[in-house]
């Protein structure tokens, strides 16, 4: 995908929950092929407005367009064979093997009533030995630890090889070596396939070390946006989060880190 394509223009978009505005007249364009972070403060609006983008929540006011059509064009499953989305949250209450809820990710690619085939089943073998959970396969979901649970959630949406990936704190529930390697994987599906990767982001320097571009939400809105080395600096940290930092270069990294004064 050319990274100049327009891939979602939002307008004017509000939401509320029954106790506050979250979103209130965000305007935004991203392009394709770009891996996205989304960052803010607890509760400006992040997973909200990937929840609008996958229709899992309406808009209150605004518009959304995907690819120039509106969203609500879409059918559910024309929506699932374009963008896969890695909850915050995912809880299974069945006792599902690994196999089986990673498997789930392949149904949208399937004919109607039509079981998985071998290039089906072949998918999800690799994407388990990417995740590093094909020891887990036959494993009851309900007995894994939560970063397991979570690197199966995150195989299930890999299979569904969408051009688009939403992503909500997909690893903050992952030791180092398993977050870095997924989102080595992410960065590498956006440079050699020219995915989309939109991605919330609690820690500012993964991000960094990840995302071409930074959106800076406040106040339910988009504050501050651009690339990373553009717009990673002190001022916007003191804007958005009201704290003190230096940003410097690392070479380690190959990206700007955050270092917070206290």
Known sequence: MNNAV????????????????????????????RFYGLLGPNGCGKTTLLDLLMRLRRPEGGQILFRKRELTAYSRSDLARAMALVPQNFYINFPFTVQQVVMMGRYPNLPRFAPPGPDDHARVDAVLETADILALAD?????????????????????????????????????????????????????????????????INLAAMYCDYLLF???????????????????????????????TYRKESQAPQVIYRR
Not at 6 to 33: A, K, N
Not at 153 to 180: F, K, W, Y
């Open 6 to 33: 327009e891939l979602f223009r939002m307008t004017d978009l509000s939401f509320r929950y029954p106790d506050r505005d979250v979103l209130r007249g965000l305007s935004l364009t991203l392009t394709g092929g």
């Open 139 to 203: 494993k009851q979901v309900t007995t894994l630890s939560g970063g397991e649970r979570q690197r199966v959630i995150i195989a299930r949406a890999l299979v569904q090889d969408t051009d688009v990936m939403l992503l909500d704190e997909a690893t903050s529930n992952l030791d180092i070596r398993h977050a870095l390697h997924l989102l080595n994987l992410f960065r590498d599906q956006v440079d050699r396939q020219r995915r989309t990767v939109i991605a919330v982001f609690q820690d």
């Open 217 to 247: 939400m406040k106040d339910g809105r988009v504050a501050v946006q651009g690339e990373t080395e553009g717009v990673l600096n002190p001022e916007t940290l003191n804007d958005i989060y009201g704290v003190r930092a230096q940003v």
